[in-house]
């Protein structure tokens, strides 16, 4: 079968957005709110237990807060923080404050310039992605990526395959033809349920997750004169993950 795509994950794959982006706009929306809910670097990494910003403020109150008393109209309460906190989020991506992982510009130029089609597989809000894209990536490349399925745009979110096969569907692909580049455990439950062979880059967050099922596991893709190390996985021992790389693991 021939490598004819690939879906990125964004939130810990494209850019190490959770700690320095995330959080920050999520503390941002309680403190204008007038909550006394703040979320340190440590209890973050429990909450990525859950993916969906909505979905994680519910699950903090729900395991954390037994001493907040939820109000009746909760739900309307946790949405409009949530707009406040994709608010602070795009501010901070607007400024160019949360670069590209090493090597993701080189690969995916490379790609693009090879013919592989390129899709976004991502539980994070639309509008994140598409600033994050234009001040870090750069202007006009949202549109290297032929579909950006992500958020609401599915009922049930990662661990769950549904936006991988959502993007797969709207591609017209079968998950053979294609590789998922995930950084997560639940993003490599959801691209593995999609049926995906899955590259896995770890960060600071997801280094201790289990990534059984991950055809290799990298610390990152590695840059000519900064070379990635494989810390599980595929055999194929290369510096640095390119094209003719991303054939060979997708035969193997
Ligand atoms: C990403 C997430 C997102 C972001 C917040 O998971 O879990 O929830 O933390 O995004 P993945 P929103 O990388 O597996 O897609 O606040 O916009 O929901
Ligand atoms: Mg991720």
Redesign the pocket.
């Known amino acids: 079968m021939t490598l004819r795509a690939l879906l990125f ?5 494209l850019a190490d ?2 700690r320095d982006g ?1 959080r920050p ?2 503390n941002q929306a309680f403190a204008d709110a007038g909550l006394d809910w703040h979320w340190d670097i440590a209890l973050y990494g429990r909450l ?1 237990a ?7 403020m519910k699950y903090y109150v729900d395991q954390f807060r037994p001493d907040y008393h939820k109000p009746d109209n909760f739900d309307d309460l946790v949405a409009d923080l ?1 707009k406040a ?2 608010r602070h ?1 795009s501010a901070l991506a607007a400024r160019g404050g949360i670069p590209m992982r090493p090597g993701i510009r080189r690969l995916l130029s490379e790609a693009r310039a090879a013919g592989l089609r390129l899709a976004i ?5 639309p509008e ?1 992605v598409t600033v994050l894209l234009e001040h870090s990536l750069g202007p006009g490349t949202q549109d290297w990526f032929e579909v950006i399925a992500a ?1 609401d745009i599915v009922p049930t ?2 661990p769950a395959p549904d ?1 991988y096969r959502y993007a797969l569907a709207q591609m017209g692909l079968d998950a053979a033809e294609c590789l998922a580049f ?3 455990e ?2 490599l439950r ?1 691209s593995l349920g999609a049926g995906l062979k899955t590259l896995i880059t770890v960060n600071d967050y997801t280094l201790d997750h289990d990534f059984s099922g991950a055809a290799v596991v990298l610390s990152d893709l590695g840059e000519p004169h900064v070379p990635n190390r494989r810390l599980a996985g595929a055999g194929l021992d290369q510096p640095l993950v390119d094209v003719a790389y991303l054939k060979a693991l997708h035969q193997s």
Do not use: C, M, P, W
Not at 9 to 13: H, M, P, R
Not at 121 to 125: D, M
């Open positions: 994950d964004v939130d810990g794959t957005t959770e995330h706009a999520f990525l859950v993916t969906g910003g909505k979905e994680r949530h906190k994709t989020y597989a991502t539980t994070t809000t994140n958020g979110k990662k936006i995930e950084d997560s639940n993003g959801a």
